[in-house]
């Protein structure tokens, strides 16, 4: 497979996050909004044979296993729904002078695997009406059985009448208009503090960041092309010189991304959601390869995952172009309990710090006979 067809696969930002409305239902005499999504989530270990051009000799054995989706899909596009419940409110309520608000937080637990053969339906809630701070509450649930399009993607609206399971996502998303800041303050830039490695070539010459960033997997399926990865080009600057005898908290990973596709202006909380899908790529796994779990892995599941906007709402918005580099910079403070937790910071072009990510969740190798009788 060449590059090119599987540059072609790859969804713009827009078409893997595209909601269909659903009619709105009461709960307890609040208005609830639905929607349900209708592209299929990208799936990880789906674009290892891809990405690789290397067949997985395992694929038959995993075909008959679940897929599970990319977790950020559901956190994104959560996102998404409650801008566009925010907004369908506010041009409802006639008579009333509207404020421009943008996306401040997104706060999310993960409480049960998605899968990539059915649609997530959305429930959007207002939790507080307050105009220059209101806080929306997102269920995401789906249906018991996989699409009635065989395909399963394109999903039809009669998906949204299955049988629906469990609660697998919720959401707490809360907005602000932007502010004229008083004072400004943050720490040297990635861009300043690693000026030396991110100098040494141009971001496009360093290599494409994994389809599944485990050192096992990575080494036996290497990239040969940027696979299947919607909305961003993504790639991982080689940090193993400066985290060399370093203990965990002090290393740091470099991830460069820029839009796939241009993203309009006009909607600064699609860019904020971008920005919240890329970085949730490989966070969990890159702790696992340098705490020593890359070539011993056992499991990585998100349980929270919180984004925080720093700056004005329409700060947040990318430029479209080649030279359009953002920087994720991710370091890892704890690890326990079975649980890390990855922090990264978003790094516009110009070097601001325009966001932050938090995000704890399950790493664990495999279990040795008998450790799980006691405390790992």
Not at 8 to 15: A, G, V
Not at 183 to 210: K, N
Request: hydrophobic letters at 40%; a neutral charge; charged letters at 20%.
């Amino acid at each position: 497979m060449s590059s090119n067809a599987a540059v072609d696969r790859r969804l713009t930002f827009q078409e893997t996050m595209s909601l269909a409305p659903l009619p709105d239902e009461t709960e307890n005499g609040k208005v609830v909004k639905r929607y349900m999504s209708q592209r299929k989530a990208w799936h990880p270990e789906g674009d290892v044979p891809i990405a690789s051009e290397t067949p997985d000799p395992e694929a038959s054995e995993k075909s008959q296993k679940r897929k599970v989706a990319y977790g950020a899909h559901v956190y994104s596009q959560a996102g998404m729904a409650a801008s566009r419940a925010l907004a369908e409110i506010q041009n409802s309520q006639a008579g009333t002078t509207r404020k421009k608000l943008g996306i401040h937080t997104v706060h999310g637990l993960f409480s049960e695997a998605g899968l990539i053969d059915r649609p997530f339906i959305y429930n959007v809630t207002t939790i507080a009406a307050n105009s220059a701070f209101p806080n929306l509450l997102v269920t995401a649930r789906q249906p018991l059985s996989p699409s009635t399009n065989l395909e399963g993607d394109h999903y039809p609206l009669a998906d949204a009448r299955l049988p629906l399971g469990p609660v697998c996502f919720s959401a707490l998303v809360s907005f602000r208009p932007s502010t004229v800041s008083q004072h400004v303050a943050q720490e040297l830039s990635a861009q300043t503090r690693f000026a030396e490695i991110l100098s040494s070539r141009p971001p496009s010459a360093w290599p494409l960041a994994p389809h599944v960033d485990i050192a096992q997997k990575v080494e036996a399926f290497p990239m040969r092309n940027p696979g299947t990865f919607p909305a961003v080009h993504m790639r991982k600057v080689d940090m193993t010189a400066f985290n060399e005898g370093k203990p965990l908290h002090e290393r740091r990973e470099l991830i460069l991304y820029r839009l796939l596709a241009p993203l309009p202006a006009e909607d600064p909380d699609a860019h904020i959601l971008a920005h919240a899908y890329e970085a949730d790529r490989n966070g969990l796994l890159m702790i696992g390869n340098h705490i020593g779990f890359g070539y011993d892995f056992g499991r990585a599941a998100t349980l929270s995952y919180s984004f925080v906007v720093h700056v004005n709402f329409e700060d947040a918005v990318m430029a479209y172009g080649e030279n359009e580099w953002w920087i994720q910079e991710a370091c890892f403070p704890r690890v326990e309990a079975g649980r890390a937790i990855i922090m990264s910071k978003i790094w516009s072009p110009s070097g601001v710090h325009v966001a932050t990510e938090y995000q704890d969740g399950i790493i664990q190798r495999r279990w040795k006979p008998g450790e799980r009788q006691g405390k790992l």
